[in-house]
């Protein structure tokens, strides 16, 4: 096997060994196929192509001390991916089918997951897209499930290192009744912010809401937090896709002893807090250094020493922890690969 240097990956796509696929067709799912093969063929006026009728999920899977492989909270991106569906008129993918697809794809790509020392994972990218002609404005009848996975290292290349985000307000990610709170086909609408961000020297966009530009709503591929004292804060949005990984740590900051609120965060009040963050699958927790927000000549600034704030480590520590297997599951987040 080539080598790989796990402990150097970047976020980014590795071809591994196998990839699984599931066909909807004549009204049903097919059985689960295994191939090997990269690509595929579709029909040009396949609706995914021109409408963007396509979804997606991302969840990893983590080597632990004892070898083992444990998938983290699968019957929640199930969920999601269900809810995806619903969202953009796709036939739902029953949990089961889910589940059999990703355990079966991280099996088949066993030798791909990092070892735990590497502080690396397996990213799982499942994929369900409208493969069907049509060329009014409408659903597709067929529609293909893929999972792939590549090994992968941190999102934004500084770690667990608190980076600068921006706010740019000439640009809006999601539309406060549109899909900003599904995981589809959309994300185009943040390439260009997300260029200038960085050309700018920002790991990120921090979007804020687009109907009044008053509320903070999410970074591009990363939900937001923040704390102060002992609370845990995160937006209250229509237009933000709902994070497991938000979700998650608002489980663990109560278990600390926290208060979590969900509500409207006025972009003001991010001033009053003591650490901010991202949060996300790919992301973990990213700790943010400062917030600009360019056009109105603000900076919020939550890190001048280039460390973590305490609690942003303590939450990012515990949710390794419980992925990796070095603490116990209490909340019955993982799935071993057996
Ligand atoms: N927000 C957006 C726009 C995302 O793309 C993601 C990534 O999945 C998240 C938030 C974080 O969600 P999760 O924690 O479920 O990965
Ligand atoms: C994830 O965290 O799984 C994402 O999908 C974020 C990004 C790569 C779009």
Redesign the pocket.
């Known amino acids: 096997m080539e080598s790989i240097d796990w402990s150097n990956l970047s976020f980014g796509y590795m071809p591994t060994d196998y990839n699984v696929r599931c066909i909807y067709k004549d009204g049903k799912w097919g059985d689960i196929t295994v191939t090997s093969s990269q690509t595929f063929e579709i029909h040009m006026a396949a609706t995914c192509l021109h409408y963007g009728q396509e979804a997606f999920e ?1 969840m990893k899977a983590f080597r632990g001390k004892d070898g083992k492989i444990r998938i983290f909270r699968m019957d929640e991106n199930a969920a999601r991916l269900q809810s995806s569906c619903r969202g953009i008129m796709m036939p739902e993918l029953p949990t089961e089918k889910f589940n059999e697809a990703i355990l079966t794809v991280v099996k088949k790509n066993e030798r791909f997951v990092p070892p735990y020392e590497s502080g690396a994972s397996l990213y799982i990218r499942p994929l369900l897209i409208g493969t069907s002609a049509q060329v009014g404005v409408k659903p597709a009848k067929e529609y293909l499930f893929i999972v792939f996975v590549s090994p992968v290292g941190p999102y934004f290349k500084e770690g667990f290192k608190p980076t600068p985000m921006a706010i740019l307000r000439q640009y809006d990610r999601a539309a406060p009744l549109g899909t900003g709170r599904y ?1 589809v086909g959309d994300y185009a609408a943040s390439l260009v912010a997300g260029e200038k961000a960085h050309e700018l020297g920002y790991s990120a966009v921090l979007y804020l809401d687009a109907k009044e530009k008053k509320y903070i709503d ?1 970074c ?4 937001f937090f923040g704390i102060r004292g002992n609370s845990y804060i995160t937006p209250k949005s229509t237009s ?2 709902p ?4 979700k998650s740590l608002m489980q663990l900051a109560e278990d600390m002893g926290m208060t979590v609120e969900v509500r409207q965060i006025p972009e003001d009040e991010i001033g009053t807090f003591d650490e901010a963050g991202a ?4 992301a973990v927790i990213s700790p943010i250094a400062r917030i600009d927000d360019l056009d109105e000549n603000k900076s919020y600034i939550f890190s001048k020493d280039g460390k973590p704030g305490p609690i942003c480590e303590k939450l990012y520590n515990k949710l390794r922890a419980i992925q990796y297997g070095d603490e116990p599951d209490t909340h019955k987040w993982i799935t071993i690969v057996e």
């Open positions: 991302g995981k999410e591009g591929p990363a939900n933000i896709l994070s497991i990984t938000n949060c996300g699958t790919a």
